[in-house]
């Protein structure tokens, strides 16, 4: 089993649709969760870290599962600049210098 | 404030010929890594460090050195190119438990 799982799509979505991706992760241990976001030819970028009580920046939401080990992303009101790779990150226990990524979730957003 | 800063940005080499990727970083950071991005395949982690002088192997280090002399440079050597070293290189830094920040990556192409 893969440390860190994701669906890689294709997502192909309507702007305005909401949309939501899902990632699980192997080590019960582990520490911190990211979601990041990587445009076609770019560098990764932090979108937002996950919290254990969940916590949302303006049309994202991010939530973290302990019990089911997996955090999830939901995107409200899809824009066409949301099109992109989210890549999931989650870095060990005690802090691991060690980051596992995702291998992304391909998102499509279209008029 | 230039965060993690790599060079050069694009490179062909030869089937053979050596180089040195360079990464820098004035955050400060503990940790620096370097991936290296293929279709397909995700993230890919090569050689990353924990402070000044200490490195280790990731998932696919072979056919690279690195070496970590200061907290801000952290040096990637392709000892004798390959074809299959064409890629997107990546380097990343981080503090404890703190999410990654990238620089801008390198493409690579070896013929």
């Known amino acids: 089993r893969k440390e860190v799982e994701q669906d890689p799509g294709p997502f192909n979505v309507p702007e305005g649709a909401t949309v939501a991706f899902n990632c699980t992760y192997s080590?019960?241990?582990?520490?911190?969760f990211f979601w990041y976001r990587q445009d076609c030819r770019k560098e990764p970028k932090l979108l937002m870290s996950v919290y254990s009580s969940g916590n949302e920046d303006g049309r994202f939401t991010a939530q973290l599962n302990r019990a089911s080990q997996y955090i999830s992303l939901l995107i409200r009101d899809s824009k066409l600049s949301d099109s992109a790779t989210y890549l999931c990150v989650v870095n060990g226990a005690g802090g691991s210098y060690i980051p596992t990524f995702g291998r992304g979730t391909s998102l499509i957003v279209h008029p | 404030n230039a965060g993690v800063t790599q060079t050069p940005k694009f490179q062909v080499l030869k089937t053979g010929q050596s180089m040195t990727l360079q990464c820098a970083q004035d955050?400060?950071?503990?940790?620096m890594s370097w991936y290296r991005q293929d279709p397909g395949m995700g993230l890919r982690l090569i050689h990353y460090s924990v402070g000044a002088g200490i490195t280790d192997q990731g998932e696919v280090p072979n056919g690279y050195n690195v070496s970590r002399s200061t907290t801000e440079d952290f040096p990637l050597r392709l000892l004798s190119a390959a074809p299959s070293q064409t890629s997107v290189y990546f380097c990343?830094?981080?503090?404890?438990?703190?999410?990654?920040?990238f620089g801008q990556g390198t493409r690579l192409t070896v013929v």
């Open positions: 990343a830094s981080r503090r404890t438990g703190g999410e990654a920040f």
């Open positions: 080590n019960s241990a582990s520490q911190s």
């Open positions: 955050m400060n950071h503990e940790y």
